[in-house]
Every structure is written in C-alpha cells, then in structure tokens.
C-alpha cells in the first residue's frame, strides 16, 4: 500500500507549524531555515501571494535511489524514499542528480551525511500519519493512500475550477511522485521545476548500464578477433619471408 | 628513432622545478589536513545548490580522460600490431597510471566520508553510473600496475613475474581496453540523468560516445604532448616519424568527435544558444575552436603536423579544449540550472594544481630510475653513455 502527501498550496497559511513538528520528529538542530538544508527537511516559502510547502517529493523511481553507488537511498513499499546515512560514502551523486534539488548535505561537518525528508518512514510503520500532516491546523498538507489522494485533489479541481490551475503537480513529473502539490497560481511561477520529463530520468542511465554485459562480450570477442588477425599476418609473413629465403639459396 | 640518441645524459639535482613541485605538495597536504578536520565547507566553495565542483570537474574527469592515451597505444600496438609505437607505450602506460593515482587520491578528498570507500565493493547498485564508475577505477587501476609492472620487475631481477606478464599481455590488455572504453564514457553517462539541469549545448543521449571519442583525441594529444616534455627534460629530440601518425589519428578522432557534437546541437535546436553569444555560448566556442576546430584544421595539413612546433602546439590545444569541455559540462552547463555561479576557492585550485605538480615530479622520478624511455636516463643510457 503506497502512501502519499497531497499539499493545497491555496490552504496553507504559512504558520510553519509543518517545518517544526518535522524538527522535533527528526531531532534536527537549529531553526528552520527559508531553503532546504540537511537540517531543515521541510520549509514553507511564501510564493506569489501563496504558501508553498518544500519537500522531497518521494519519487516513485528516485532518481536519488538509482544514482547511489551503494544503495543508500531506496524506495520503500509505503511510499517513502529512505536514507542509510551508515552506508553513505558522501559521493553526492543524488544531490547532483534529483530533479527537484532535495537532499542537501552536512558542508560543516568532518564526517557528514546527507539530509532530506525521509516521510517519516518509523511513523508509517507504526501505523501513524506523518508528523508534518498530523501538525497542519489548516489540512492543507493531507496523509493518505496515494490513489485516494490524486482523487481528492481530482475532486478539488473539479469542483471548484476557478480556484486551481488544472494541474496535479507529481502526477507526471519525473516519472510520478509521492507527494503531489496543487496551486491557483502556475507551478514554475511557485519555484517548482516544469521542464521535467515524463519519463524517469534513471531510465536514461539504466538504457546504457543494462547493455554492458552484451557490450563486454562483443567487445572482447571484437578485440581478440583483430589481434587474431593482425598475429597472424605476421606470422605468414615471417613464413613467407622464410621460404623465399630457402629458395634463392 | 636515431634522433632520440643525440640527448645528453644528466645527473638528477634537485632544482627550480623540484622546488615549486614541493611546495606545491606541501600546499596540497596543509589543505588535506583542514578539509579533514574542518569538512569540505571550510575549504571548497561548494554548496548545497552545487555539490560537484573543480575536484569532480578538473580532477576525476579530466583525470581519467587524459590517461586516455594508454589503452589507445596498448591496442594500436598489442592488438592492432603496429609495433614501430613500441617505443612509447611504457611512458604512456606510466602516464595512465599516474592520471588514475591522482584521481583516486582526489576521489579521497571528494567524498564526504573516503573511509568507506570500499562500501563501493560490498554494497551493490548496478542501477548506478557511479557504482560502474567505481568498479572501472579500481580494476583498471589494476590493470594499469599490471601493465607497468614488468619495467619494476626487470629492474629488481625478478624475471619469471615479468615473464608470466609477458605472456598474459593480449588478454591484459583486451581486459584494459574494455574497461578504458566502459570507464570513459561511463563519465559522459553520469551526465544522462540531469537532463534537465545540464544546458542544451552540452546534453545529449550520445553523452557517453562523446566522452569515449574526445577522450581518445584527446588522449593522444596528451602522449603528443608529454613527448614533448619529457624530450625537453632530458634533452631528446622528438619522435617525429611516430608522432606524426599519431596526429592523423587524432584529426581522425576529433574529426568524428566534433560532427557528433554538431549532430547533438542540431537535435537539441541549441543553435540559438551559441547566436546568443551569452555565457554558454562563448564557453562553448571557446572550448570547440581549441578543442576541434584549430586542432583538425591544422593537423589536416603534411606540413604542419610533420612540423614538432605546429604539431606540439596543436596537441597542447586538443588538451586544452578537451579540459575545457569537461569544465563546461560539470561546471558551466549546470550553472543556469543550479541558480548560483560557482567558482572553485583557492583551496580547492591548490589541492589539483599541487596533485598534478606530485604526478609529474612522480614522473620525472620514475623515468629517471626505471628504463622507460628507449633511450632513457635508466641504465641504457649510461651503457650508451660509454660507448659513445
């Protein structure tokens, strides 16, 4: 059963009230910051007169997930895309990689780790919401069974059309996500990211990485082929060299 | 190959070049020592909006590409048996072994946490360009020491290793040439999954290919350009007649590199873009003239490449453009998409600069000790040295 977070940008009234439960949830230090860092997971950014909910967006073929030499990040069957900070060896490939510009790292520390919004994986487990719907007073963030949620925000534009662009923000980006925002106000105009594909950016690296083991053989059998050959030109040669020499003796 | 005679042999003194290269390393290691102790925000200028910086762009990519020029010699004269290269495939090899030994030591600054660098063998994920990356370091690496590895044993008197490579040397060097080529453009593929962050002029599906091929042109201008160095250090002359075929080779290489780039543009529509002549556009004409343009022009004629000036001067610019390309790539085709302008700190400048003067005092060292030249400073030469 996969989970998800619906955010309704025209709900939320901005009081952070999400960003702090997620502090004490995670035991993160300091305040809550206006950009993602490793110790701010969540963080409400005022938008075109709205209240726009940052997060990681819980892809369902993270990008993150993919690019990690060592499997750190994975998917999980509820829904969030968790983090093994005991393996990380610090590469920050999936920084580099996410399309939505989520995990952030710890550039203060001698032994860092990467943070980001792991959806409050222990809490699923145990049966719970997460601690940032479970905190919001306005249900602008709402837990629950991915499908149910698309047919709540579905519902939503549906019923009051002139207050959302029709667009499900997470239906198509990047392959699908998690987490799904909806907005009376164009995405790219909230800081969202719109030029991403509809495919999940892992397939075009996977596209390469699945033909290797053929790629190995053809090239090897290729290889030794042409020294194959070039060997044994130069062997007849010799022979050819040798012979002719017998001959004029 | 008589002109490499006329050099005249010298003792090693440590003088104005052994200097700069100690200071450097002593730079290298004081900023080694902080980024350890205070992480990687106190001495880079990296940051959450952009993680991959100089060490990535300058030292891993261009690392690996220019050792390029080992796994092309080794098959043009172990498979495709044009042995008059012989003579240059020791130097070669050594300059590959080099270029990965600075890239693992850069790697070891790079990562957040390097002690678990072995995490890479233990825990898979085959879905990852890094984790193939990683494997191509190690094993090719490998490799590589395997390759040089009968020079040192010939040198100690331990003949039966070295023959036992001698004789394992096609399948060395297939094994060599297959990871060289899965490594190179395994570079280009770590670039196929930002397709939306990495500028048009730069992205392509072909992204691999374009790596695989510059790194061959550009790895031969490198084995161009380090004859030149090491013949100026030790008073040789050029190898013409082997390096004047060399050059045709790169023309060749860069040749088809530079219409598949054409092609990537033409399909990406990112014409425009160098019209533009903003940011990107200039980089990207900068990086192409160096890289192709003057580099095949020039090499296309008899009388320039047969020329050691033209010649040297041409495979200086194919390095130059081809470390251009990889900046542009990691650097400033990601700017515009990552919202901030990255520069590398001093710190971050010191740590490649101080591991590129190690490589090559390494080098000087190596050549010095070892007969790796034909006619090198090794104990050939003192030999020649009495019988002159």
Request: contains cysteine.
């Amino acid at each position: 059963m996969s989970m998800g977070l619906l955010v309704d940008t025209t709900r939320c009234i901005g009081c952070g009230a999400c960003s702090s439960a997620c502090k004490e949830q995670n035991k993160l230090p300091g305040k809550v910051e206006e950009v993602l860092t490793a110790y701010t997971w969540t963080t409400v950014q005022p938008k075109e007169g709205l209240n726009v909910r940052r997060m990681c967006m819980h892809c369902e073929v993270p990008t993150c997930a993919s690019v990690c030499p060592v499997a750190a990040l994975t998917k999980t069957a509820d829904g969030p895309v968790v983090y093994d900070a005991e393996r990380c060896m610090g590469c920050r490939y999936c920084m580099m990689a996410c399309p939505f510009e989520v995990p952030k790292y710890q550039w203060d520390k001698a032994v860092p780790v990467v943070g980001k919004c792991i959806m409050c994986a222990g809490r699923l487990k145990e049966g719970k919401q997460t601690a940032c719907a479970e905190a919001c007073p306005a249900e602008a963030t709402t837990f629950g069974k991915k499908e149910d949620l698309i047919w709540e925000a579905r519902t939503r534009l549906r019923s009051k059309p002139g207050a959302y662009v029709n667009h499900i923000y997470g239906l198509s980006e990047a392959g699908g996500t998690s987490v799904m925002l909806i907005s009376s106000v164009p995405m790219d105009k909230l800081g969202l990211k719109s030029n991403l594909p509809a495919d999940p950016p892992a397939m075009r690296t996977w596209q390469v990485l699945s033909n290797i083991p053929d790629f190995i053989g053809v090239w090897g059998v290729f290889l030794y082929g042409v020294h194959w050959i070039t060997a044994r030109r130069e062997q007849v040669a010799k022979a050819g060299n040798h012979d002719n020499g017998r001959e004029d003796r | 190959m008589n002109t490499a005679m006329t050099m005249t042999p010298k003792r090693f003194r440590p003088g104005f070049w052994s200097a700069i290269a100690a200071v450097l390393f002593l730079a290298f290691c004081t900023v080694t020592v902080i980024r350890f102790t205070k992480g990687l925000g106190a001495v880079t200028n990296l940051s959450d909006k952009f993680p991959w910086g100089l060490w990535i762009g300058f030292d891993l990519l261009c690392g690996v590409g220019l050792a390029a020029g080992a796994f092309t010699l080794t098959a043009v004269v172990h498979l495709f048996n044009l042995k008059k290269f012989e003579p240059i495939v020791r130097p070669t090899i050594l300059t590959g072994f080099l270029g990965y030994a600075f890239v693992i030591v850069a790697l070891l600054l790079d990562l957040g946490q390097p002690w678990r660098i072995w995490h890479a063998i233990v825990y898979w994920n085959p879905h990852s360009v890094m984790f193939e990356v990683a494997w191509c370091v190690m094993l090719y690496t490998s490799v590589l020491a395997l390759e040089f590895s009968p020079v040192v044993f010939e040198y100690f008197g331990f003949h039966t290793p070295a023959r036992i490579i001698h004789r394992l040397i096609t399948p060395l060097v297939i094994l060599g040439v297959i990871l060289s080529t899965l490594h190179q453009s395994s570079l280009g593929s770590l670039y196929l999954i930002v397709p939306s962050k990495l500028h048009a002029l730069w992205y392509s599906p072909m992204l691999p290919l374009h790596f695989y091929i510059s790194a061959i042109g550009a790895g031969i201008g490198m084995v161009i350009l380090e004859s030149y160095l090491s013949g100026r250090a030790f008073h040789r002359h050029l190898e013409m007649d082997l390096l004047e075929p060399l050059a045709r080779g790169m023309v060749v290489a860069l040749g088809i590199y530079g219409l598949m780039r054409l092609q990537a543009i033409r399909r990406n529509h990112a014409f425009g873009s160098i019209l533009e002549f903003g940011y990107e556009g200039k980089m990207f004409l900068l990086e192409i003239t160096l890289g192709v343009i003057l580099p095949v022009a020039l090499m296309s004629f008899r009388k320039l490449r047969t020329n050691p000036d033209w010649l040297v001067g041409s495979a200086f610019m194919a390095v130059l453009g081809f470390v251009m390309n990889r900046l542009n790539i990691s650097i400033t085709g990601m700017e515009a998409a990552s919202g901030t302008r990255y520069m590398p700190s001093f710190m971050e400048i010191i740590v490649s600069v101080g591991l590129v003067a190690t490589g090559m005092a390494v080098f000087a060292f190596a050549v010095r000790i070892f007969p790796i030249f034909p006619e090198g400073e090794g104990a050939k030469s003192l030999e020649m040295d009495k019988g002159a």
